[in-house]
């Protein structure tokens, strides 16, 4: 994928933190900014997740996701019955 160039505005104290993380990991400082901004990304898409999954479930269970998630605890009971 073809790296497109930025420019970003940062306090000196923070641009002076990168400079001393980036020389200590030996990588170049704008792999760090793009690592750091991958990091966040899939942090936010992870969290986003949540949320979804969380509110598709705010209501509970149907009575059918009910009788099916009875149903597969059933077949798993009956497929791991006497392995311990």
């Known amino acids: 994928m073809p790296a497109i160039k930025t420019a970003i505005s940062i306090d000196k104290q923070l641009f002076q933190k990168v400079n001393r993380l980036s020389k200590r990991m030996r990588i170049p400082r704008s792999r ?7 990091e966040f990304v899939r942090r936010h898409d992870s969290e986003d997740l ?3 999954i969380n509110k598709a479930y705010a209501n509970g269970e149907t009575a059918d996701e009910k009788a099916v998630r009875r149903g597969m605890l059933r ?8 392995t311990w």
Request: proline share 0%; no cysteine; hydrophobic share 45%.
């Open 50 to 52: 949540v949320r979804r």
């Open 75 to 82: 077949n798993f009971s009956k497929l791991v019955e006497g």
């Open 32 to 38: 760090l900014f793009s690592r750091a901004v991958e």
